[in-house]
């Protein structure tokens, strides 16, 4: 059986690789239009800023390919899919038969309506998705001698962005839509934790700014925000989000909405067609994390080779920002719309030393959680994440205690309060009887 992956990054990798373990035979294939074979996004910043080089990034050297017997094809865009006569088109004017067809051609960066920005990608407007893009970067940086940057989108993206462009010496600002940074991933409590974290880091945030227009002459002035405020820059990045690339599949008549549209088989709407990564869509959602590649990858792989025994039902979102000094996870529902119906917040919000652990239930299930200035919880939330705990253990992994005036009996529970106890001020007396706090103790329940 010959099996052709278009995309050598997440999804495409390990597929062929969860391909190779359950069948030593397939003739497994794998084309990229980049230079280079699959390498970490995450560290791209980091290039541009000079703290690694281009090795440190490749997660899969050739060797390893080699070793699996996959067989890699870089520089290779694929211009066209025939389903009908299952055969593609290599840009340079090869045509390939195929048995079974993996899509895992990922997404893009999303660019925003706003005046100006289109046109001036690659003219001192950046976006940041691949090597190229970072390279480009840090040479415009140098070449420019930039001092002044402005990062649109308050996102993961943004914020680990600014924190390379903030060491690569260029005053930094980040540019937010929405009122709170993260605004996918935290709560009010937490976003405003973070953002003084962030500013203690030396970058401006502004929120609730909503960029009309990219001002430029010759070269990037700044920017200019709807409520007629300018803020200047030398440089200017947008990071807002990706969107799944769909235009090789749409060409071909596969279907497509947001993404790919796939099933619970990661099977296409074509025969023999397969999608994974960020360019799927499934059950009218898209992902745009690792963690969703690898899940659906190792379906994929089943399918393909013909045991249709798991069915993907979706993933758990989960994102941790990589910023050293800042330690902030955020998995699955972290801000139910409607508190009751089922659904419980235990919390420790601990102010004193910038600590926000908060954990999300519905009917007695782990659903999501924020955690934020600590990592003691995070093995205990993934372990636990879509499964039964009790509130005794959720109490334990965010050390979230009760206290108990030993005048009245009242009980001070911080799961429950948006204030620890030790946060409370000293002047601070029991509600039912008045009792100062060196009143209360802690009690186990
Ligand atoms: C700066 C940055 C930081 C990130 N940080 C995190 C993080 O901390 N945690 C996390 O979970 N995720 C993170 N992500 C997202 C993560 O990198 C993606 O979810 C992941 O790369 C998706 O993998 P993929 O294989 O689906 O697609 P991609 O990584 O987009 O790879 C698709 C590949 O297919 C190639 N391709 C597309 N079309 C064609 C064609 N026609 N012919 C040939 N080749 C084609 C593309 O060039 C690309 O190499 C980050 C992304 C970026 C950019």
Known sequence: MEIHIIGNNVGGTFTAQNIRKQNGDAEIHIY??????????????????????????????????????????????????????????????????????????????????????????????????????????????????????????GGLLGLELSKQI???????????????????????????????????????VELDAKTDKILANDTIEGILLKNGVIYEADIIFIQAGVKPNVSLAKEAGIDVNKGIVVNEYLEASKKDIYAVGDCIEFNSQTWGIIPACIEQSEIAASSILGKKEEKYKGTTPKTTLKIVGIDLTSVGVHDPEEVGGGWEILKKADRTSNCYQKIVLKDNKLKGAILFGKKDAVSFVNKNIESEVSIEEIRKAIEAYIYKCSNCGAKYDEAKKDISFNDLPEDWQCPKCGSSKDKFSKIEE
């Open 166 to 204: 903030k060491n690569c010496g260029l005053d930094t600002r980040v540019v937010e839509f929405f009122p709170r940074l993260l605004p996918r991933q935290l709560d009010v409590d937490c976003a405003n934790m973070l953002e003084q974290e962030v500013e203690e880091m030396g970058i401006e």
């Open 32 to 153: 990229s239009e980049e230079n280079h074979n699959y390498y970490t996004r995450i560290k791209l910043p980091e290039i541009i800023s000079e703290q690694m080089i281009i090795d440190d990034l490749i997660v899969f050297k050739q060797e390893w390919y080699d070793h699996n017997r996959i067989n890699t094809h870089l520089n290779s865009k694929i211009t066209k899919i025939d389903p009908e006569a299952k055969t593609f088109l290599i840009e340079n004017g090869e045509q390939i038969s195929y048995d079974k067809l993996v899509l895992a051609i990922g997404s893009h960066p999303n660019i925003p309506p706003i005046t100006n920005a289109r046109e001036s990608v690659g003219k001192g407007v950046f976006t940041l998705r691949n090597i190229e893009d970072a390279l480009e970067i840090r040479q415009y940086i140098k070449k420019n001698h930039c001092e002044k940057a402005i990062i649109i989108g």
